[in-house]
């Protein structure tokens, strides 16, 4: 029998009265309905171990002497089932042997009869208290158990440390992201993850922000276990007790190299040409506007021209001009210092800008050039290939961009020169070559 009433103390507990006594039973049930939200209601032991069986209720209230089977032997059935079930006893004989039975089995109030409802009600108020603490309990634990899966399977890493920076937990993702397993930094300083590329102003801050009880957030560069370097963005806070006093910090960070390399990648080719790895037109530019505002004077600066692409993008195809173009740069790079700027600033033309040189360590370096050509100018499709070159050198900021002008006519002198040459010792294999 179940009964149900509106008007009730408990509204979320359920409660299993068990009397043999149907006077006792009508009248005590009646007064339960108010007491607790669902009432189920059974004449004998057995029929109550059904029932909690079918219904599981928060509490049994039952009567010890009973036929078929007495409150004593249901309530330790029943506490087979549920170890923590809260069970009252209700009976009108005090003997010791009843008594000791029911602290065995751990019963949680011993109420004489007749049944004094206040004490009843009292009793089952404490019972229900216990398990309304139970159930907030298991809610903090599945809580607890749901976010601990969430930190495991969080695609971010997670660390958390102490206040002395100790490493006190890491997920999974940190173990994939990092290379170290959890055994092998719990107990270590994230030191251990430390690169060279952080400055130390960025660690400063971290620490004063955190332990300020402030938030931080930055690139940082660590490094795995295996000493590749990785990039992460990575925020920093710290974990408050409930009085608000800072217990731990905790780091969440995601891996942002794929990105650091695309973007690295995209900072290169804004300054660099594709084809050549040659710094590009408007890094050139952008070189030039710089050296203006320096004290980096005199600053050279050398024109260099490829001779014949046309011809030979049009007889052998673009890869082959193509190879030409590269050769042409790796030419022009083995001839310079490694702080002067070697760039293509067009299809067949180059750009070189020497700092602190003087004309005639750059006509040195012209020469370098003119000597690599003359020994290796015969190309195995037949063609010969060459560069035209000129140099002019500024002395100071007035002077740099007409000097970029002289060098451009100087190579154009140059081009002219060999084309006059070449027309007076034109050969089968070389005709066209001086046709751009």
Not at 208 to 227: H, Q, T, V
Not at 248 to 255: A, E, F, I, M, P
Not at 409 to 422: I, L, P, V
């Amino acid at each position: 029998m179940n009964v149900m009433s509106p008007m009730i103390l408990h509204k979320d507990m359920s409660l299993l009265y068990v009397e043999d006594d149907q006077a006792t039973r009508e009248v005590v049930s009646q007064l339960l309905i108010h007491v607790v939200a669902t009432v189920y209601i059974a004449a004998d032991g057995r029929e109550g171990l059904e029932a909690y069986r079918t219904h599981t209720p928060d509490i049994v209230v039952t009567d010890i002497r009973m036929p078929v089977m007495d409150g004593v032997e249901m309530a330790r059935e029943i506490r087979r089932l549920r170890p923590d079930c809260q069970v009252i006893m209700l009976t009108a004989f005090s003997d010791i042997e009843n008594l000791l039975d029911c602290v065995s089995i751990g019963i949680n109030h011993y109420i004489m009869k007749p049944v004094d409802f206040a004490k009843l009600a009292d009793a089952i108020g404490q019972c229900c208290d216990y398990v309304n603490l139970k159930r907030r309990l298991s809610k903090q634990d599945e809580t607890l158990n749901l976010l601990s899966q969430a930190m495991e399977q969080a695609p971010a890493s997670v660390l958390i440390t102490d206040l002395q920076g100790t490493i006190e937990y890491v997920n999974t993702t940190f173990t994939k992201v990092t290379g170290y397993s959890a055994e092998e930094v719990i107990g270590r300083n994230p030191r251990i993850l430390k690169s060279d590329h952080n400055p130390p102003e960025l660690y400063q801050g971290l620490w004063n922000s955190i332990r300020g009880g402030k938030e931080w957030e930055c690139e940082l560069a660590n490094c795995r276990k295996d000493g590749q370097v990785y990039w992460e963005l990575a925020k920093f806070c710290p974990l408050r007790n409930s009085e608000g006093a800072i217990i731990k910090y905790l780091k969440v960070s995601q891996d942002i190299t794929e990105r650091k390399r695309y973007e690295e990648s995209l900072r290169y080719l804004s300054t660099h040409d594709s084809l050549t790895n040659l710094f590009n037109r408007a890094y050139f530019e952008a070189e030039m506007s710089r050296l203006a505002a320096s004290r980096d004077f005199p600053v050279s600066i050398v024109i260099a021209d490829i001779d014949g692409l046309k011809m030979v993008n049009d007889n052998y195809g673009h890869d082959e001009g193509d190879r030409l173009i590269r050769m042409a740069a790796e030419l022009l790079l083995t001839a310079f210092r490694a702080g002067d700027v070697v760039s293509r600033i067009g299809g067949d033309e180059f750009a070189v800008l020497l700092p602190r040189t003087d004309h005639e360590t750059a006509q040195e370096a012209v020469q370098r050039i003119i000597h690599e050509e003359c020994c290796k100018r015969k190309e195995r499709n037949g063609y010969s290939r060459g560069l035209s070159l000129g140099v002019a050198t500024a002395h100071d900021a007035s002077e740099i961009y007409d000097s970029l002008k002289l060098a451009d006519r100087r190579m154009y002198k140059d081009k002219f020169d060999k084309k006059g040459r070449a027309t007076a010792q034109l050969r089968p294999e070389d005709e066209g070559i001086a046709g751009d």
